[in-house]
């Protein structure tokens, strides 16, 4: 099981702790670092500063959007970084939530995601071989563009830069059973966003038709400290905001993904609470043990039990959130 830093997508500013870290890593010997986007920072730049101030880690995006950029527009990105980087990158891509793709990137949820995801990926595929120029009568990505309002003077195009690998490997977020099984017939890895070892067999049926090598790369916060309840409060402050306002009462991914982990009624209770103005509330609802299970917080010793839970699974690539060196460098001497 190979380790990668998590180190998502900024707050209110750029982190200066984040190259840093990611420099550090590397020195550890971790395999790779992923950043991420939601509506501010973009998961590419930040990327490719790191990608400049390093020269081994592998190069990740946990997740880039789906609705930020056609599928064309996102193949430039990932194709122009592998050529910077020397071939290190890995392409992470997620659909979000209609809270997302509607209220900030101003476009209609899809009504079948998975034909989406599946049209996308497709088109990516496409222009990293550079086979034909790419072609495809979709019914959400048309190449050339099909629509009564277009000109009908598309043309048939493939990138004038040759992609540095046809096989860049491409990763999914996704957490519905179809969309995870989708996942593994047509990408080359998965990245769960909650991950429990102790429930790996949530997902054994969706996976059942992943092939060799397929990556599963779940991303964890880790905290080296004594005390393990102090510590579960900021995995239990991100799952508050997840569960309670990443996504609409009617339709919330990350707390359909809870209900199926066996936390329905707790799920429920943070988006009412979250709902209804209770933010600090709704963060004391979500339960220790959810958290817990999900991350790896408390005394080295204690990590080092866990982390035979997390080897013993399908989990190839464990992507950890780590505030600090120390826990930085302690995960990579137990792995």
Same mark, same amino acid.
């Given at each position: 099981?190979?380790?990668?830093?998590?180190?998502?997508?900024?707050?209110?500013? =750029?982190? =200066?702790?984040?190259?840093?870290?990611?420099?550090? @890593?590397?020195?550890?010997?971790?395999?790779?670092? #992923?950043?991420?986007?939601?509506?501010?920072?973009?998961?590419?730049?930040?990327?490719? #500063?790191?990608?400049?101030?390093?020269?081994?880690?592998?190069?990740?995006?946990a997740v880039a959007q789906m609705a930020a950029r056609t599928p064309t527009a996102t193949a430039m990105h990932a194709l122009t970084l592998d050529h910077l980087s020397g071939g290190r990158m890995l392409l992470g891509?997620? /659909?979000?939530?209609?809270?997302?793709?509607?209220? #900030?990137?101003?476009?209609?949820?899809?009504?079948?995601?998975?034909? /989406?995801?599946?049209?996308?990926?497709?088109?990516?595929?496409?222009? /990293?071989?550079?086979?034909?120029?790419?072609?495809?009568?979709?019914?959400?990505?048309?190449?050339?563009?099909?629509? *009564?309002?277009?000109?009908?003077?598309?043309?048939? /195009?493939?990138?004038?830069?040759? =992609?540095?690998?046809?096989?860049?490997?491409?990763?999914?977020?996704?957490?519905?059973?179809?969309?995870?099984?989708?996942?593994?017939?047509?990408?080359?890895?998965?990245?769960?966003?909650? #991950?429990?070892?102790?429930?790996?067999?949530?997902? *054994?049926?969706?996976?059942?038709?992943a092939p060799p090598g397929f990556l599963v790369a779940p991303m964890a916060q880790a905290r080296i400290c004594d005390d393990v309840a102090e510590g579960l409060l900021p995995v239990k402050a991100m799952l508050g905001f997840y569960i309670g306002g990443m996504g609409h009462a009617r339709r919330n991914f990350h707390a359909e993904l809870m209900?199926?982990?066996?936390?329905? *009624?707790?799920?429920?209770?943070?988006?009412?609470?979250?709902?209804?103005?209770?933010?600090?509330?709704?963060?004391?609802?979500?339960?220790?043990?959810? @958290?817990?299970?999900?991350?790896?917080?408390?005394?080295?010793?204690?990590?080092?039990?866990?982390?035979?839970?997390?080897?013993?699974? =399908?989990?190839?690539?464990?992507?950890?959130?780590?505030?600090?060196? &120390? &826990?930085?460098?302690?995960?990579?001497?137990?792995?």
């Open positions: 099981m190979r380790l990668g830093l998590a180190l998502g997508y900024w707050g209110r500013g =750029p982190d =200066p702790r984040h190259l840093e870290l990611a420099r550090r @890593a590397e020195k550890l010997g971790y395999h790779s670092v #992923w950043t991420a986007e939601s509506w501010g920072s973009d998961a590419f730049t930040a990327l490719t #500063w790191i990608a400049a101030h390093t020269s081994r880690i592998r190069l990740g995006t891509l997620g /659909l979000s939530g209609p809270q997302v793709v509607e209220g #900030w990137y101003g476009r209609p949820f899809p009504a079948s995601p998975l034909t /989406l995801t599946r049209e996308y990926v497709d088109v990516v595929r496409q222009v /990293l071989r550079r086979q034909a120029p790419v072609r495809l009568d979709g019914r959400y990505h048309s190449h050339p563009y099909a629509g *009564e309002d277009g000109t009908g003077m598309g043309k048939p /195009l493939k990138p004038i830069t040759h =992609p540095l690998r046809p096989d860049l490997p491409v990763l999914l977020g996704a957490e519905g059973p179809k969309n995870v099984a989708q996942t593994a017939r047509i990408a080359d890895g998965w990245l769960p966003l909650y #991950w429990s070892p102790i429930r790996a067999r949530v997902h *054994e049926e969706a996976l059942a038709e209900a199926r982990m066996g936390y329905a *009624e707790d799920a429920a209770r943070i988006q009412t609470l979250f709902a209804e103005g209770r933010r600090e509330e709704a963060v004391r609802a979500v339960p220790d043990a959810f @958290a817990d299970e999900i991350s790896l917080v408390g005394p080295r010793e204690r990590i080092a039990e866990r982390l035979e839970l997390w080897r013993a699974g =399908p989990v190839t690539d464990l992507l950890v959130t780590a505030p600090d060196p &120390t &826990t930085l460098r302690v995960l990579a001497e137990l792995t």
